[in-house]
C-alpha cells in the first residue's frame, strides 16, 4: 500500500487522517503542533521532523492547513514539501486557499517532475468523522482518477471539477450560496413572525421546498441546534467578493451577505458557527415579532 | 353531519368535492360552468343555481376561486354568499388572495352573523386527488379547530398559521424566498462564469439544491426564457413595504428587491421574473 504523509493535522487534517488509518493506509504526521501529532502517533500514525522529511517518505502528500502563505511556506519554503518530494510523488492541496495560489504551486509541484491535484473539502471535522465529506477535485483528470482511492478512504463522494482552479471556486460559489441561504431563512422568519405568522406556518412553508433546511431550522428553535464547530462559510464568502470585486463582476446581493457577516461577528462572543452566528444576529429582531 | 357548499368547482374546487362525498358529507356545488356541476352532480353533489342558493343550503361554505375580484364578487355580490349565509355559517375562504382582501372579507361576513375561516391550499390538483393537500389556515383558533374534520377530509394536513390575514401572507414569503434564491443563483452563476468554470460544474453546486432549481437553470441555461407574467416581484415589494411599515429589518429583500428594481427597467420583453434577472446579471459578464 502507498505511503501517505499529512502535513497539518488540526480541526480537518486528523480525523482525515484517522479514516486513512482506519482504512489501512501507512501514514506519516507533520505539525508544528507537537501535540495533535503526538495524538495521532498513539493511533498508529508516524511522526515527522519537517514536511521535507515527511514529503521524503510519502507517495502522496496532503497538505490541510489554513492560509495562501502558510502554504506556500509549507510546500515551497526551505524543509518545505518540495524539497523531499521524490519524483513522480503526488500533492494533494486540501486547503482553504484561493484558485491562483493552487494553480501557481501546482505549476511548481510538477516543474520539479511531481504530480499535483487540488481538493476542497466540502465538511466540516464531525462530518469526517461520521465519513461523510465530500471532495471537490481539480487538475489533469486521470491524476484525480488514480487518487480517488484515497478520498474514498477518508470520506463519501468526490467530484471532479474541471481543471486547476476550479475546485478551489466552486468551494466558494457553493459557500456564497449556503450563506445567502441560511441568512434569507432567517430573514424570510423574521418578517412572518412580525407580520404575525406562526413558526410551524414558516417551517410548513420551508418543508415543502427545502427538508434539509427546514430540519436545521426546527432544530434552532428548539434551541439544540446552536454549534460552535469551525466553519469557513464566512472566510470562504469574503474571498468570493474579493475575487469578485478584482474582475469587476458585480455582485450586490453578496456584497450585502457580507456586510451581514460582518456585522454578526461583531456580536458573535459566543463563536457559534456560521449558521448559529446568523440565528442569533437576527434573534432580536425575532423577538420584537 | 354539516353540508358543505363549494363555490368554484374548476381544477382545484371539483377533486375537493369529491373528497368530501367520498368522506360522507352532503355537498352542494356552485359554478358558473354548468358543465362541471354536471359532472359533479353525477358524483353525488346537489347543483345550486347561485352562491346565495348555495350558502342558504350549507353550514359551511368553501369558495375556490381565483382572483380577489372575482372572490369579492361571489361573496359579497347580489346573489352571492352573504345574501344567503345562514347565522353562525362558516365561510372558508381557500382562494389566491392577498391578506387585505381576505380581511375586509372577514369583517362583512362576520358583520353579517356569519363566521369567516382564512385558508391557503398547498398543493396541486393531483395532489388533492391522492389526497395529499396541505391546509394552511389562519383567523379565529376554536373557528379553525371547527373546521379541522373538513381539512383532513380534503387534504392530510391543516397548519394553523396565525390571525387573519397569516395564511395568505405566508405566499408573500413564499415569493421572497423564491426571489432571493433566484437572485443569488444567477449572481452566482454570472461570478462562476466570470471566473472560468464551466456551466456542469456549476450545476453540481446547484443539483443538492433540489430538482427544481436544476431544471429551471438548464432552461435558460439552454436560451429557452418565459414571458409568462409571474407576481414573484410583486409579492416582493409587496413584502418589503409591509417589513417597512413594521419596522422588521430585511437588509437581504431589500437589496433583492433593488436588484429586482434594477432588472425591471431593462426588461422590455416582458420576461418573468427568472429570467428577467438572468438577462439582467448575464448582461454584466464581460464579453471575451
Request: with cysteine; glycine share 10%.
Amino acid at each position: 500500500m502507498i505511503n501517505i504523509g499529512i502535513i497539518g493535522v488540526g480541526h480537518m487534517g486528523t480525523p482525515m487522517a484517522k479514516n486513512l488509518l482506519a482504512a489501512g493506509y501507512p501514514v506519516s504526521v507533520y505539525d508544528i503542533d507537537e501535540k495533535q501529532m503526538d495524538n495521532l502517533a498513539q493511533a498508529g500514525a508516524k511522526k515527522s521532523a519537517s514536511a521535507k522529511d515527511l514529503a521524503s517518505q510519502s507517495d502522496v502528500v496532503l497538505t490541510v492547513l489554513t492560509w495562501p502563505n502558510v502554504v506556500e511556506e509549507a510546500v515551497l519554503g526551505e524543509g518545505g514539501v518540495l524539497a523531499g518530494l521524490k519524483k513522480g510523488a503526488m500533492l494533494i492541496e486540501c486547503s482553504s486557499i484561493d484558485h491562483e495560489t493552487s494553480i501557481r504551486i501546482g505549476g511548481k509541484v510538477e516543474a520539479t517532475g511531481c504530480r499535483y491535484v487540488e481538493a476542497a473539502l466540502m465538511g466540516r471535522p464531525f462530518e469526517i468523522e461520521a465519513h461523510n465529506l465530500l471532495f471537490l477535485s481539480a487538475g489533469k483528470k486521470e491524476l484525480v482518477q488514480e487518487c480517488e482511492p484515497i478520498f474514498l478512504a477518508i470520506g463519501k463522494k468526490n467530484l471532479y471539477a474541471g481543471e486547476l482552479g476550479t475546485a478551489k471556486l466552486l468551494k466558494i460559489a457553493n459557500a456564497m450560496f449556503n450563506a445567502t441561504e441560511t441568512i434569507i431563512t432567517y430573514e424570510a422568519l423574521t418578517w412572518c413572525l412580525g407580520n404575525k405568522i406562526s413558526q410551524e406556518g414558516f417551517l410548513e412553508l420551508l418543508r415543502e421546498r427545502r427538508p434539509d433546511r427546514a430540519a436545521n431550522l426546527e432544530r434552532l428553535m428548539k434551541g439544540t441546534g446552536l454549534d460552535t464547530h469551525p466553519s469557513w462559510t464566512a472566510k470562504d464568502v469574503y474571498h468570493g467578493l474579493k475575487y469578485g470585486e478584482d474582475k469587476d463582476i458585480p455582485t450586490p446581493l453578496l456584497a450585502t451577505v457580507n456586510s451581514l457577516i460582518n456585522l454578526a461577528k461583531a456580536q458573535n462572543r459566543e463563536g457559534y458557527s456560521f449558521g448559529g452566528m446568523m440565528w442569533k444576529f437576527y434573534e432580536r429582531a425575532r423577538k420584537k415579532g | 353531519m354539516v353540508t358543505v357548499g363549494l363555490v368554484g368547482i374548476g381544477e382545484m374546487g371539483a377533486p375537493m368535492a369529491r373528497n368530501l362525498l367520498k368522506g360522507g358529507y352532503p355537498v352542494q356545488v356552485f359554478d358558473i360552468d354548468q358543465k362541471q356541476m354536471d359532472i359533479l352532480s353525477q358524483a353525488g353533489a346537489r347543483k345550486s343555481v347561485s352562491a346565495k342558493d348555495l350558502a342558504s343550503q350549507s353550514d359551511v361554505v368553501m369558495t375556490v376561486l381565483t382572483y380577489p375580484k372575482v372572490v369579492e364578487e361571489a361573496v359579497l355580490g347580489e346573489g352571492g354568499v352573504i345574501a344567503g349565509l345562514k347565522k353562525g355559517a362558516i365561510l372558508i375562504e381557500c382562494s389566491s388572495i392577498d391578506h387585505e382582501t381576505s380581511i375586509r372579507l372577514a369583517q362583512k361576513v362576520e358583520g353579517g352573523g356569519g363566521r369567516y375561516v382564512e385558508a391557503a391550499l398547498r398543493g396541486r390538483p393531483y395532489t388533492i386527488e391522492s389526497k395529499e393537500l396541505g391546509f394552511l389556515t389562519a383567523g379565529k383558533r376554536e373557528t379553525v379547530q371547527e373546521c379541522e374534520p373538513i381539512f383532513t377530509t380534503i387534504g392530510n394536513k391543516a397548519t394553523y398559521v396565525g390571525d387573519l390575514g397569516a395564511a395568505k401572507l405566508l405566499k408573500i414569503a413564499g415569493a421572497m424566498l423564491n426571489a432571493t434564491e433566484t437572485a443569488v443563483t444567477y449572481e452566482v452563476l454570472a461570478w462562476c462564469m466570470s471566473n472560468g468554470i464551466t456551466k456542469d460544474g456549476f450545476l453540481e453546486i446547484i443539483s443538492s439544491r433540489g430538482p427544481r432549481r436544476v431544471n429551471q437553470l438548464k432552461e435558460i441555461l439552454d436560451g429557452r426564457l418565459e414571458t409568462s407574467p409571474s407576481w414573484v416581484a410583486k409579492d416582493l415589494y409587496h413584502g418589503v413595504e409591509l417589513a417597512g411599515a413594521k419596522e422588521i429589518p430585511t437588509p437581504i429583500l431589500s437589496t433583492v428587491n433593488a436588484v429586482s428594481n434594477m432588472a425591471k427597467l431593462q426588461n422590455k420583453e416582458g420576461y418573468r421574473f427568472s429570467e428577467m434577472l438572468w438577462r439582467y446579471y448575464e448582461g454584466t459578464l464581460k464579453k471575451p
